[in-house]
């Protein structure tokens, strides 16, 4: 339970600084023109798996190294749908992409866009925000592997709701055309403009205005304001009791397991906090100065393991408890493990030696805002002795995402337009924007392929859905409900 001391590396591999090349806007449109003649936009639609795949063995291959006593209660959530199946594969599908067409125009990628990886967050100056929220996977990559993933996630959700096959191949195209028309939009923009653009909660009530949903813009407003108390504070009320006049978080195994629990007598009280109390210290040197400052204003009470998400259960994931200026100020942290981007056996090593920096690189390159805790750390010996590396952010800062058991068509199309455009801004930031507008184009070409394989790709996902369900039903994998 040791991190880094100060002489180690806690963040990039050593390497000279990439040279930087201005290309003039007519070799930018010449490059999304070329890219075109090595892969069409017709080809898209292609979807060729490889042979030999065996969806049920490679969820398996990913249990290796996580914690044993939770793979149970992750394959019980991915068995729940073929869509909550589909949101813990985006390591089944970066292998199917592979043998798919993809261009050459690279983005940061985020690796897992699909539509319950989008949502609303509070900036830094206290606006409720939309956008990506989940970097994981992060990895510079083809811009079109994003893209692929977020329609196929709202063909899948729309047959999750019952919609018509029609209305499911037009959420993927609508998905795809916001992203191709923001791409173009953006395009046009100064560096400046499209790196301060962002959806807030303002803009997508002027959204709703314009479609004229009344009805949804009332239930988005009751969302933003529930969103707007979800915080440190709610998070102490919910998650702690008091023991001896200090706020102790409460045991709920297996989803909930206080430190002490988790590591028995192996280690006491006292260090246990004297163990956190350095990994504390060491992931303050990744944040910049100001926010340094901050954090060391609050001290450390306790800590737990929780489990989080779907595709991250058995993955390490821990909440720590810090104090201010007394009881009533808590900040509440996640501290998750990052492993090894399921992008990279085929896309390349991240440049980054640390994965917890990958991702909180690739999530400030791509986030108009990000959490103002956001930073990076590497344990050198964990509890059982094993070097891993983390992120951390707050665990609650008016987070919300969309309920997709209660929203109604409508809705989910305006929602497949809005994570259009957010992928694209995201893109924009990271990539060359007028390169992409020009590979896309103004017509619905590519919109098109990419429906196609998103339709093809919803069928092979609810293959492998029912899959697992066989496997479970022979005894293959076993499952818990948590």
């Not at 599908?93 to 897992?112: F, K």
């Not at 811009?143 to 977020?150: A, E, Q, S, T």
């Not at 350095?278 to 926010?291: A, G, H, K, M, P």
């Not at 791509?366 to 344990?379: K, P």
Request: aromatic share 8%; proline share 4%; with cysteine.
């Amino acid at each position: 339970m040791t991190s880094t001391t100060k002489g180690e590396s806690n963040g990039a591999a050593t390497q000279a600084p990439p040279k930087i090349t201005h290309l003039t806007m007519a070799d930018r449109v010449a490059a999304g023109k070329a890219a075109r003649a090595q892969t069409p936009r017709t080809a898209h639609s292609q979807l060729e798996p490889m042979t030999g795949r065996d969806p049920v063995a490679l969820i398996e291959q990913e249990g290796v190294g996580r914690l044993e006593e939770l793979l149970p209660i992750r394959n019980y959530r991915m068995l729940t749908s073929a869509f909550a199946f589909y949101r813990g594969t985006a390591s089944l599908m970066a292998r199917d992409l592979v043998s798919c067409p993809s261009t050459s125009l690279r983005v940061q990628l985020c690796g897992d866009a699909h539509l319950s990886n989008f949502g609303g967050f509070a900036s830094p100056d206290r606006t409720l925000v939309f956008d990506l929220n989940d970097f994981d996977e992060t990895l510079p990559g083809p811009f079109d592997w994003d893209v692929k993933r977020l329609a196929a996630s709202f063909e899948i959700a729309g047959r999750y709701r019952g919609l018509p096959s029609p209305e499911c191949r037009a959420l993927a195209l609508g998905t795809v055309a916001a992203y191709r028309q923001a791409m173009r939009d953006f395009a046009g923009m100064a560096n400046l403009a499209v790196w301060y653009s962002r959806l807030d909660a303002v803009g997508i009530a002027a959204r709703l205005q314009e479609f004229g949903n009344k009805k949804a813009a009332k239930t988005f407003q009751r969302q933003a304001d529930k969103a707007r108390s979800k915080d440190s504070t709610k998070a102490l009320t919910r998650l702690t009791q008091l023991v001896d006049g200090e706020p102790r978080i409460i045991s709920q195994p297996p989803l909930v397991v206080p430190i002490e629990e988790v590591v028995g007598a192996a280690f006491s009280r006292e260090q246990i906090e004297t163990a956190v109390r350095e990994i504390i210290r060491t992931y303050r040197r990744s944040l910049q100065n100001d926010r340094r400052h901050l954090l060391e204003q609050y001290r450390f009470v306790d800590m737990a393991r929780k489990v989080v998400g779907v595709g991250s259960v058995g993955s390490r994931c821990w909440i720590a408890l810090l104090l201010g200026r007394d009881e009533t100020d808590p900040l509440v942290l996640q501290i998750k493990e990052a492993g090894e981007s399921v992008l990279e056996p085929y896309l390349g090593k991240s440049r980054f030696a640390n994965h917890g920096q990958r991702v909180v690189e690739g999530q400030r390159l791509m986030q108009a805002s990000s959490d103002i805790f956001l930073g990076w750390i590497r344990n050198r010996e964990g509890i059982d002795g094993v070097a891993r590396d983390f992120y951390v952010r707050q665990l609650w800062d008016w987070k919300t995402s969309v309920d997709l058991d209660t929203i109604q068509p409508p809705g989910l199309a305006l929602y497949a337009t809005v994570c259009g455009w957010t992928l694209a801004r995201a893109h924009a930031r990271s990539g060359d924007s007028v390169a992409i507008a020009s590979y896309l184009g103004k017509s619905d070409v590519f919109d098109r392929a990419v429906g196609e394989f998103a339709n093809a790709y919803a069928d092979l996902a609810e293959s492998d859905f029912h899959e697992l369900e066989q496997a479970a039903s022979d005894g293959r994998i076993t499952t818990r409900e948590g």
